[in-house]
């Protein structure tokens, strides 16, 4: 296993549309992490998964973002009607515990 | 909420100088503190973490001290390099421990 694989690796849409992004985490980790990581910020923590259960949704940015996770592997992260101020890199994370997340390279998200 | 002040935000250091970045956290509960190394254009790595019961870690040429009283922890990097130049994350576990919270980042230039 080559680590947590993110598609695409970038994104360009048009305001209103919809996007979706796929993170492949480490395989048998059961914790999946999606932050968000503007320009000269920090990642900021949106959801955790652990195996197929959403145990932590409430800091998602709007109802606009919602995720999944449906046989407790892949996850998928998806915006509706992407506004200009969703622009900015989604990361995704996967690990055991808390400890030694395991980050993907991303996907740059540019909403024109 | 929780939330993870970081300073300074830049920082430029000759080869073979010592590096040092600081953070301060707000929530008591926290008891896992991590810092993350990001290269352009990659997702964050993990270089070094400490628990709450520890005051002090070190691997190698990096460090990281823990002031549970003050709520403050920081990263030394002695005998820089070139190599060590990036951007540098700290982050503390939620309450929870469902998840981190970043700060900001401070970027590391080593000169040689």
């Known amino acids: 296993d080559t680590g947590v694989s993110q598609n695409p690796r970038h994104k360009i849409t048009k305001r209103g549309q919809n996007v979706t992004f796929r993170c492949d985490p480490i395989?048998?980790?059961?914790?999946l992490y999606w932050y968000r990581q503007t320009l000269g910020q920090g990642p900021e923590f949106l959801t955790y998964f652990q195996n197929e259960a959403q145990l932590e949704k409430s800091r998602l940015l709007s109802d606009r973002f919602s995720a999944e996770r449906p046989k407790g592997s892949f996850s998928t992260l998806e915006i509706q009607r992407t506004e200009q101020g969703d622009s900015a890199m989604y990361l995704c994370a996967s690990s055991f515990t808390i400890e030694k997340l395991f980050f993907g390279s991303g996907t740059q998200l540019s909403v024109l | 909420g929780e939330n993870v002040e970081q300073h300074p935000s830049t920082l430029s250091v000759q080869e073979g100088d010592s590096a040092v970045i600081k953070c301060t956290y707000s929530?008591?509960?926290?008891?896992?503190f991590p810092w993350y190394k990001q290269e352009l254009g990659k997702g964050p790595q993990l270089i070094i973490d400490i628990r709450s019961n520890v005051g002090e870690k070190k691997d190698q040429r990096i460090a990281v001290t823990l002031n549970k009283t003050a709520k403050h922890f920081s990263l030394h990097i002695t005998e820089t390099q070139p190599e060590d130049s990036a951007v540098y994350f700290c982050?503390?576990?939620?309450?929870?421990?469902?998840?981190?919270?970043f700060g900001k980042g401070t970027t590391l230039s080593v000169s040689s």
């Open positions: 982050a503390a576990s939620t309450q929870a421990g469902t998840a981190l919270i």
């Open positions: 395989s048998e980790h059961n914790r």
């Open positions: 929530d008591s509960a926290s008891n896992y």
